[in-house]
């Protein structure tokens, strides 16, 4: 396997074999590695929580995100190569699907040269489509990157949950929510088509069952008039008629927005919520996107017969807007003053300064709050966080 065209010619075998579809990723990996010239690799994932990468293939060690040359391959989507004890060589590749992070490869290899650091990165892309593939019904991946057991309706409202980050050439949206296990009414969502970017976070009522089944009917409901290509004042009305119809005494707070991507418009519908964050050239535009809220959504009856609010902005390249639920402004930091608006958009601003891709950065503050020793949310605390970079603006993208 020591030429190029042999190394195509084994990737063109194995994703032509249909075996290779269904066989778990561990003799799945080690086949297709051998096939390309690579002398072994391993996959790792990141925890739930985002603070280790266990590995999938292989008995092996955890390894901290925040702390290794792999997680420094996970935190920047980024190459990093390393001798290894035995004599050989390891790669650190990043497993990344579209704009998510799953986790990492680690390719060794008695010597790397420029043909198998192409096999490798193609062997990357070939792992992170059979992870995304595979982990849908397989529960063995989402054993092996839990901690902790998951309370009921946190495993109701994960089930319902998009994948972290989602993005393209011109956008990028990414999330957090934490407690990770022990979630009751915060959700997220977002979606992409062709010209828009959809993003919505809501805050139900309570902390218990019921109030994951008012995020979850509440983000079925936006989908459901989303995906017939309903505008932003019907997909609202859908949701309140929905909730008002299926679970009468339930209501959630939300913002459900969205970004045409072409042009930078941002509509937005606040219902009850606090008012999105807007950060422009690494300062914030204090109430920049504040509105008079509405109601919250399940109580149509308060809006006296009329309609919602849909507001809008246009964004200007680069610009990163904040959705978040009061969970995140309501902590408290070491001294036990609460973490607060300002502290909130400090930390974005000094990422963004600093260069940080956007998913990096609400993994590091939604740990900056956790892992204060005195800290204990109040509520679920939920970030999502969207950057619009068209790439005739020259920037840097924020996948």
Known sequence: MGTSDSGDDALQEFLADAVNKTEDLAPALARCAKGLGLHHAVAYLADLQQRHLVPLTDVTSVLPIDDSLAGWTYRTQSLRVEPSESGTVTAWFPLIDGAERLGVLAVHAPVLSAASLTRGRALATLVAMMVTSRRAYKDSFVRRTRTERMRLPSEMLRAFLPPRTIGNARVVSTAVLEPAYEIGGDAFDHALTESTLHASVLDAMGHNLASGLTSALSLAACRNARRIGAELPELVRTVDEALAEWLPDQFCTAVLAELALDTGVLRWCNCG???PLLIRDQRLLTDALERDPDPPL???HLLAGRERGI????????????????????ARTWDGELFGLQRFADYV????????????TLRRLIHSILDVETSRLKDDATILLLEWQPPSAGGRGAG
């Open 311 to 330: 507001h809008e902005t246009t964004l200007q390249p680069g610009d990163r807007v904040l959705l978040y639920t009061d969970g995140v402004t309501e």
């Open 298 to 300: 399940g109580l149509p």
């Open 349 to 360: 601003i000094r990422a963004t300064a600093a260069g940080e891709l956007a998913p990096e």
């Open 273 to 275: 919520h606090p008012a």
